[in-house]
């Protein structure tokens, strides 16, 4: 008789044991950032203004909306995606004779690879009101995580100059470290288990980029969306200061909705906003909300 004959087939015959739900009631132990457009680099220059350069090099320019569209994704990866825009595969097939290849997309990254290391020394200041926010947490005890789609070559040159600005976070995670970038979980996860974390929904994720935000709710962790200061936004600190207040309202609005179809539990202008976030995070936790 074959082993399973006598096995019925009926979800019914295997009952369902419903453990009772364990919800972590705690603070909020650790907070896991992105770097461009959320912590420095306000308007997320550095990394467009390099994609941009390597593919005019390429002869085949594009426009800062095509290179801010992927932003958020690996950086080979985000080439990849903007030669796939049927517009951009286009002029590049225009322009060379033929479609882009595997080896075109490698040298368009080696060529961002170098373009980009100068690029995040000129745009490496810190958002305002970043170094106070960190500084509140570490005195709150929460640990200060990084996630970013820079590859460790990059982060190489970026960790030491964001120290000379004071910023040092406890741990980075770069899309070199991990088997998938965003939107997986992987990068967020992988800070909370170096930081110790106690529990993923003690732990809140802040990025600019709807992918990133997708990243930290596939890890189950609170996330935070960045509208003013980041890539969606697109604008350098000087060009937001110069925004009529009418212009600059109705820019957030429509940056706030698009964060929000993430499914994001919070939006808010700029990292100085973020500790009232972490407050109201820990209240709902009190009372018995999850991420």
Not at 19 to 42: K, Q, S
Not at 175 to 181: F, M
Not at 233 to 254: F, V
Request: hydrophobic residues 45%.
């Amino acid at each position: 008789m074959n082993f399973t004959d006598d096995i019925s087939h009926d979800a019914s015959a295997f009952p369902r044991h419903i453990a009772p739900r364990r919800a972590w009631r705690g603070p909020i132990t650790t907070a896991i950032f992105d770097w461009a457009g959320t912590v420095l680099d306000f308007g997320c220059i550095a990394p467009v203004e390099a994609f941009r350069q390597v593919f005019a090099d390429a002869q085949v320019p594009i426009s800062i909306a095509e290179a801010r569209l992927p932003m958020g994704a690996a950086k080979r990866e985000h080439i990849e995606m903007i030669l796939a825009m049927p517009t951009v595969q286009t002029r590049w097939t225009t322009q060379h004779g033929r479609p882009s290849s595997q080896q075109d997309i490698d040298t368009l990254y080696a060529a961002f690879l170098r373009v980009d290391e100068k690029n995040v020394a000129r745009h490496s200041a810190l958002i305002p009101g970043a170094f106070e926010t960190m500084a509140a947490l570490r005195a709150r005890g929460i640990a200060i995580g990084s996630t970013t789609g820079y590859p460790r070559e990059v982060m190489q040159n970026l960790l030491p100059i964001a120290a000379g600005h004071g910023y040092e976070p406890d741990f980075c995670c770069t899309v070199s470290d991990v088997a998938r970038g965003r939107p997986w979980p992987d990068m967020c996860l992988a800070n909370a288990l170096a930081l110790g974390a106690a529990h993923v929904q003690s732990c809140v994720v802040v990025d600019d980029s709807p992918t990133g935000l997708e990243a930290g709710l596939a890890a189950g962790m609170w996330t935070v969306g960045i509208v003013a200061t980041g890539n969606e936004m697109g604008l350098s600190l000087a060009e937001w200061q110069a925004l009529a207040p009418a212009e600059r309202d109705a820019r957030l609005r429509l940056i706030r909705g698009r964060l929000l179809e993430t499914g994001a539990h919070f939006v808010i202008d700029s990292i100085a906003d973020l500790e009232p976030v972490i407050d109201r995070s820990e209240a709902l936790l009190a009372a018995g909300e999850a991420a």
